[in-house]
């Protein structure tokens, strides 16, 4: 399954007609193709399962410390105005005997940020799909990102972030969610 290049095509041949312009001109002949493969990666989150991905590396583990993946850059689009919207992401959980692959974090992350979203509901699907996959006894996700919708157009915010969190199990309780925030709010040491 993926997306339909054809009609992309089409659809972004459609807007270039549509802004005035001469999609015969040799700067545009090969837009339309253009848009249609970026649209299949930026959109190629919809045809992955977020799930599955964290189910690839589950380890079993006595540990039950807080674990901290901190500044997971992403790009993702709104979904009012498929205007990107970008920045980083913060997750941790505490686990309760497995683990996951720490690279699977990411990679879930990016899973749902190549769809159309808000940034509300990124930040929650990637908590529910920790708790749901790895049933640790707790999970925080703190987004921050900037949006172009509100950036390029509209009120015309320039460089104004949104910040988003989720928490769920332990990390409700204030002292979990006080060690979550100082750790992702401490300078970090760039050089070992
Ligand atoms: N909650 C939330 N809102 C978002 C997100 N991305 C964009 N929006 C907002 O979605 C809203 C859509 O509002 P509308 O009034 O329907 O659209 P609009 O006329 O284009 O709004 P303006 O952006 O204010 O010009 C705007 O307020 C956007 O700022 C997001 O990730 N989360
Ligand atoms: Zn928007």
């Known amino acids: 399954m993926s997306v339909d290049l054809e009609k992309l095509e089409l659809a972004a041949k459609m807007i270039l007609e549509a802004i005035g312009e001469d999609v015969d001109r040799d700067g545009l002949v090969k837009t339309p193709r253009r848009v249609a493969k970026s649209f299949e ?7 992955k399962d977020p ?14 410390e ?16 498929i205007l990107p919207f ?6 941790a959980y505490i686990p309760d005997k497995k ?9 879930m992350v ?8 808000i940034q509300e509901q990124l930040t929650e699907q990637i908590a529910d799909a920790i708790m749901e996959v790895v049933q640790p006894k707790g ?4 987004i921050h990102a900037r949006h172009m919708c509100m950036e390029m157009r509209g009120v015309e915010t320039k460089h104004s972030y949104t910040s988003s969190s989720a928490l769920r199990g332990i990390f409700l309780e204030e002292k979990t969610r006080e060690e979550f925030f100082n750790i992702i709010n401490a300078p970090i040491q760039t050089h070992f």
Do not use: W
């Not at 990666?41 to 045809?47: L, N, P, Q, W």
């Open 41 to 47: 990666y930026i959109c190629s989150g919809y045809f």
């Open 51 to 64: 799930k599955e991905v964290l189910n690839d590396a589950l380890f079993e583990s006595t540990n039950n």
């Open 66 to 81: 807080m674990v901290v993946v901190r500044n997971i850059e992403f790009y993702s689009m709104c979904e009012h105005h």
């Open 86 to 91: 970008f920045g980083r992401v913060h997750v």
């Open 99 to 107: 683990v996951v692959g720490l690279s699977k974090i990411p990679r």
């Open 110 to 117: 990016n899973v749902f940020a190549r769809r159309l979203q």
């Open 139 to 142: 999970v925080g996700v703190v």
